[in-house]
């Protein structure tokens, strides 16, 4: 019974941090135009196949460890092999803290590009995108536009459409060659 009491305590304490952070300036990110690093949340509990990701590395010509990638999953069991790096609900620590060493692994990097792969309202994949440092955001008009620069209008498991979107609207900013 405590758990549970708990538990609600620690999301909406989450809740309350999500918000502050929305309501803040974005930080900035002091990095030059261009794409050398690639970071993607990925909901995996709607898109499975998590590794069609490292694909950006030949569409943008990266180096082999630029892209990284965290998935979410709302339940996984500690002891399955998942090839992806995975944080779940149960990491969720007070004030929107994520308890989870492949998740602090992620956030602790800086990224040129960020891609949030994921439609649903969910607090642990929201508080993942706000604490990534990006310098710019890509996602779904699904989620609320706060949390992206730009927003993809492609059904989620169309990763090919997704994907070509990206690379146009890339090369009309002027991010990539």
């Known amino acids: 019974m405590f758990k549970g009491i708990k538990d609600k305590f620690k999301y909406n304490?989450?809740?309350?941090?999500?918000?502050?952070?929305?309501?803040?300036?974005?930080?900035?990110?002091?990095?030059?135009?261009?794409?050398?690093?690639?970071?993607?949340?990925?909901?995996?509990?709607?898109?499975?196949?998590?590794?069609?990701?490292?694909?950006?590395?030949?569409?943008y010509n990266l180096r082999p460890n630029a892209v990284k990638i965290v998935g979410y999953k709302s339940y996984y069991d500690k002891n399955s092999p998942y090839s992806t790096p995975v944080f779940s609900d149960k990491d969720l620590g007070w004030n929107g803290a994520i308890e989870n060493s492949y998740a602090l692994e992620f956030l602790s990097r800086e990224y040129d590009l960020l891609v949030n792969y994921y439609t649903?309202?969910?607090?642990?994949?929201?508080?993942?995108?706000?604490?990534?440092?990006a310098r710019f955001r890509?996602?779904?008009?699904?989620?609320?536009?706060?949390?992206?620069?730009?927003?993809?209008?492609?059904?989620?498991?169309?990763?090919?459409?997704?994907?070509?979107?990206?690379?146009?609207?890339?090369?009309?900013?002027?991010?990539?060659?």
Do not use: W
């Open 13 to 59: 304490s989450g809740v309350k941090f999500l918000k502050q952070e929305l309501a803040k300036d974005p930080p900035i990110i002091e990095r030059s135009k261009g794409i050398t690093s690639i970071g993607c949340i990925v909901d995996l509990d709607t898109f499975d196949d998590a590794n069609q990701f490292y694909g950006f590395v030949e569409d």
């Open 120 to 133: 649903s309202d969910n607090l642990l994949l929201q508080l993942m995108s706000v604490k990534t440092r």
């Open 138 to 177: 890509v996602g779904f008009k699904d989620v609320d536009l706060m949390y992206n620069d730009l927003i993809m209008d492609s059904p989620l498991e169309d990763f090919k459409t997704f994907k070509a979107e990206l690379k146009k609207y890339l090369g009309v900013l002027n991010e990539i060659e």
